[in-house]
């Protein structure tokens, strides 16, 4: 079993910046790839970023690579996403995930969910 909670969400103006958190509990972080995925008010929830156990691959989705970086300290079993430059569409409630395969990263069908935390950008 793995929790995690996110933290770091907040109100920023376009163009800003905000690092997101992800810590999880147990001993076995580094056995699982992380991922970030939002979801913006009516719309379904959407693959973000991903990264690998190791950390040396990543993966991003279109709309945020250049802007976005994934990152991971397995030591203090946190997942991070550094998000630059941001616009209003990047606002949503950011959720981080966990699984073991690397295999469909940018599918919801992750093992584990944190509780969510929210990013608003303003115009």
């Known amino acids: 079993q793995v929790q995690l909670v996110e933290s770091g969400g907040g109100l920023v103006q376009a163009g800003g910046s905000l690092r997101l958190s992800c810590a999880a509990s147990g001993r076995t972080f580094s056995s699982y790839v992380m991922g970030w995925f939002r979801q913006a008010p009516g719309k379904e929830r959407e693959f973000v970023a991903a990264?690998?156990?190791?950390?040396?691959?990543?993966y991003y989705a279109d709309s945020v690579k250049g802007r976005f970086t994934i990152s991971r300290h397995n030591a203090k079993n946190t997942v991070y996403l550094q998000m630059n430059s941001l616009k209003p569409e990047d606002t949503a409630v950011y959720y981080c995930a966990a699984r073991r395969t690397i295999v469909a990263i940018t599918t919801t069908n992750y093992d584990y969910w944190g509780q969510g935390t929210q990013v608003t950008v303003s115009s």
């Open positions: 990264i690998s156990w190791s950390g040396e691959g990543t």
